[in-house]
């Protein structure tokens, strides 16, 4: 007679690896680094909230979940990016540091993170688009607060301050060309632009306090 042999499906199968779910968090994250992807593939106005969902094989509707549209989400990108620059600054300087140490510290960190992620940056910052609203605004924290330890280190006037730490931000995209070139080093042009920077500062405060000549 013969026998009926039942299988269990359910049973494990010894070659089937889990997929972990993705939390919140990570999901959002993951929204973000597809759409940087994008952006330096393509370029931001490539990003939409169907193609960064198309890139994280997910449904399009998920991505709301996170943001709200499109604009949300490269303000984000954006905003996380400044973030890490920052944390690379903190957990570069010690908790006492002079001004002199503070600038060549941040030059260093900015140039390194251009060589690092140059192409998604300069999408993000010089490109066209709404991102423009949320890139100003972050660079322009960055100039008030730079303007604000210039004006205290040199005793320039707030205004003056101001338009130095701008010419000088200015100026750090020549020094990433020189680095992108290889003429130099990214730590020899580093403290090169350090140098002239504080030159620069320091002659413009001698200027206006020995009765130079005033715009």
């Given at each position: 007679m013969a026998t009926d042999v039942k299988t269990n499906s359910a049973s494990p199968d010894p070659d089937h690896v889990p997929r972990s779910r993705l939390s919140g968090a990570e999901r959002r994250e993951r929204f973000l680094d597809m759409a940087a992807e994008i952006i330096v593939e393509s370029g931001v106005s490539a990003v939409t909230m169907e193609s960064v969902a198309a890139r994280?094989?997910?449904?399009?509707?998920?991505?709301?979940?996170?943001?709200?549209?499109?604009?949300?989400?490269?303000?984000?990108l954006v905003e996380r990016e400044f973030e890490v620059m920052r944390q690379h600054v903190h957990q570069e300087l010690p908790v006492i540091t002079s001004f002199e140490e503070r600038l060549r510290v941040n030059a260093r960190l900015w140039l390194a993170t251009i060589a690092k992620r140059g192409p998604l940056l300069r999408r993000l910052l010089y490109g066209e688009g709404p991102h423009e609203h949320y890139a100003s605004t972050i660079l322009n924290a960055a100039v008030?607060?730079?303007?604000?330890?210039?004006?205290?280190?040199?005793?320039?006037?707030?205004?003056?301050?101001?338009?130095?730490?701008?010419?000088?931000?200015?100026?750090m995209s020549g020094a990433v060309d020189v680095m992108q070139t290889g003429v130099k080093p990214l730590d020899e042009v580093a403290d090169l632009y350090s140098t002239i920077a504080l030159a620069g500062m320091r002659a413009v405060a001698h200027q206006r306090y020995c009765g130079g000549p005033r715009g």
């Open positions: 994280s094989n997910v449904d399009k509707r998920l991505g709301y979940r996170y943001f709200t549209n499109r604009d949300d989400l490269i303000g984000a008030a607060d730079w303007a604000a330890m210039i004006a205290t280190e040199t005793g320039l006037d707030a205004t003056v301050a101001e338009v130095v730490t701008r010419m000088l931000l200015a100026a």
